[in-house]
């Protein structure tokens, strides 16, 4: 099994590169599971819908 664990999505910028970049990341490193740690994905505000 192969795990991508991303560290930190911080603020838009985060998000911005996560949408564009995950998807090709995981069809190159034929990733099984996705961990990231988001917390601070709303600028520092915890998660928003």
């Known amino acids: 099994m192969r ?12 998000r911005e590169v996560v949408r564009a970049e995950l998807e090709a990341a995981r069809a190159e490193h034929r990733v099984d599971l996705v961990i990231a740690n988001c ?3 709303a600028s520092g505000f915890g998660i928003t819908p």
């Open 3 to 14: 795990i991508l664990f991303i560290g930190d999505i911080v603020g838009s910028p985060g």
């Open 39 to 41: 917390e601070n994905a």
